[in-house]
């Protein structure tokens, strides 16, 4: 008796039900662009699209009958603002503004909130996916919310920013080498490499010298095109004006990154240092096109780390990384004027490092956004030993544990020795809480916990690198990373770096050779009057305050977002 009635329940039940085909993948209700009518949805799945529809709870709009969908569908508010923004037309719009687009057909009125909103996609009439802001993200002018492997925004993405996958090459040449000691003569080597092309991408350009090599390559029939940040801290010198006003006059292209009339910045700043040469060869570097950076031989300068990689693969994906960063209205061409400036005479540097060739390395280029987590998962991936050295670490804002040094702390407490240097020059140890406090405070949880952990302020001065501009770490002796990702939270989460882990023993040998002499020159820090005791318990309440000091503080704001 009672048997039928159930049967019939569950089968009305199941053909209520609706097997969802798409999913919302991607949602931007709070863009840059004025009045917001570039604020967008993608919706990705494969089928029909009759039936299908999207609503905010206050109007909605669905797909027109008979449509199909193979992939990811584009839905913006108005086509032609989304094309002014994006560069390109969506699949659909919401409200009519370009002819050539077809139209959602709308019930209401359908406008993203800003500070609290959602989305419903529903199929057959009953909701089969929906998003929720604040509850599934939180808003944040510019950004785009996407979904990947399930979770909601697995990183910041800003609008136009790209979406790099993680990618290795095998059976890599090339050659390595530690500034100030024969970063110049590396850099002339790549310049001289070059027949037809040269693509460089780096911060800032303000040595004369170096603008005299490439324009000897522009007088040999060689193209450049430079990209450079358009507002660096302190804005562009008086000299890395000159030094592109020179470059532009002889003959190359130059261009800069920075918030227009037409495009935000996709990038709070274009922080990379590499130069393609014929797409052969790609040098990627710690350092600025500086002085500082690439002194002449013999001469001081900073410390730190670059290669040149001697493979067509991997140059190929830098020159599709600058392609991608050149494509945007926030790239304008440079316009300054002023007089090249004249070569200086730095102090004198006995170089302690040549270079050193390697054959069979395994490479992982390193982009941030994109790809920055690569570097706290080559350090989460150490065995024995880790070696840090970084113009500075700063904690992270939001009660959120700096992931780079949380990373070297877990891996201390996994019995890795971890030694980490950090710059001593004045401007990163006048402050309160800067690079003195913050050795003093890793060595403070080292001593409280047990660890096998140091850190150190570098040696600089007469005789030794002027200051430490290096951002590189040695894992086990055998991967290293060099790279422009600085260990601050707007380094690697919004702007565009650039590096690459290279993992080969001779590679691995040499730099840990230039580390280990830094580390020695170093010698450990003064006694902390404010490191634990004896006293067992005094030792535990130290703990205590310096992880939270550690990991709460303040990352100073920049101008953009």
């Keep these: 008796m009672h048997i039928l009635p159930l049967f019939l329940v569950l089968c009305l039940l199941c053909c209520g039900t609706v097997t969802a085909a798409f999913t919302i993948t991607e949602v931007c209700p709070d863009t840059w662009y004025k009045g917001e009518a570039d604020e967008y949805i993608v919706i990705t799945g494969t089928g029909s699209l009759t039936d299908v529809s999207i609503s905010d709870g206050e109007g909605s709009a669905r797909f027109p009958d008979g449509d199909q969908a193979a992939g990811r569908i584009v839905v913006a508010q108005q086509a032609e ?40 996609l529903r199929e057959g009439g009953q909701e089969t996916d929906r998003i929720t802001w604040p509850g599934d993200v939180v808003c944040r002018e510019g950004q785009v919310h996407f979904r990947e492997d399930g979770v909601w925004d697995p990183r910041p993405l800003m609008i136009g920013q790209s979406q790099f996958s993680p990618v290795s090459f095998s059976g890599v040449s090339g050659t390595a080498f530690a500034a100030p000691d024969a970063s110049r003569e590396m850099l002339e ?66 261009y800069t990154m920075e918030t227009t009339d037409k495009a935000h910045a996709r990038y709070r700043y274009d922080h990379a240092k590499y130069l393609i040469a014929d797409r052969e060869a790609v040098l990627v570097t710690s ?22 990689i001697t493979d067509p693969r991997v140059a190929d994906y830098f020159a599709e990384v600058f392609t991608a960063d050149m494509a945007g209205g926030d790239v304008v061409p440079f316009t300054d004027t002023s007089a090249l400036p004249e070569e200086s005479t730095g102090d004198p540097y006995k ?76 401007f990163n140890i006048e402050g309160e809480n800067d690079n003195d406090e913050m050795a003093a405070r890793i060595n403070a949880v080292a001593a409280a916990e047990g660890l096998p ?33 600085n260990w601050n939270e707007n380094s690697p989460s919004f702007n565009r770096e650039a590096g690459i882990i290279i993992e080969n023993p001779d ?31 005094l030792r535990q309440e130290i703990a205590a305050g310096v992880i939270t000091l550690l990991f709460i503080g303040y990352i100073i704001r920049r101008r953009r977002w």
């Excluded at 580390?515 to 067992?536: C, I, K, Q």
């Design 453 to 485: 952990m140091e850190a150190r302020l570098a040696r600089l001065g007469p005789g030794y690198p002027e200051k430490v501009h290096n951002k590189g770490v040695i894992v086990d002796g055998d991967a290293v990373l060099i790279s422009s990702v």
């Design 189 to 254: 080597n790549t310049i001289l490499l070059a027949d037809s092309e040269l693509l460089i991408n780096v911060y800032e350009f303000a040595d004369p010298g170096i603008a005299t090599d490439i324009a000897a390559a522009l007088d040999d029939g060689v193209s450049v095109t430079i990209l450079l940040e358009g507002g660096p801290v302190g804005g562009i010198s008086t000299e890395e004006k000159g030094t592109a006003a020179y470059l532009r006059d002889k003959g190359a292209t130059i």
């Design 507 to 537: 590679t691995g040998t040499y730099f840990s050779e230039v580390f280990t002499a830094d580390w020695e020159d170093a010698g450990p820090l003064p006694d902390d009057p404010s490191a634990p005791g004896e006293d067992t318990h």
């Design 351 to 426: 170089p302690a490092f040549g270079t050193q060739s390697f054959d069979g390395a395994t490479v992982t280029p390193v982009l941030a956004p994109d790809t920055a987590y690569l570097i706290p998962a080559l350090i989460e991936g150490a065995e024995n030993t880790v070696d840090i050295q970084q113009a500075y670490i700063s904690n992270w804002t939001k009660n959120t544990p700096n992931p780079y040094l949380e990373a070297a702390v877990n891996a201390a407490r996994r019995g890795v020795t971890v030694r980490i240097i950090l710059d001593s020059y004045w």
């Design 81 to 120: 603002a989304y094309r002014t923004v994006h560069g390109a037309y969506p699949d659909y719009e919401w409200y009519d503004s370009a002819p050539n687009v077809p139209d959602l057909i709308r019930t209401g009125t359908l406008k993203l909130g800003n500070k609290g909103d959602g989305i419903i």
């Design 287 to 308: 350092e600025n096109f500086k002085e500082s950076g690439f002194p002449d031989k013999g001469t001081a300068g900073n410390r730190g780390w670059g290669v040149l």
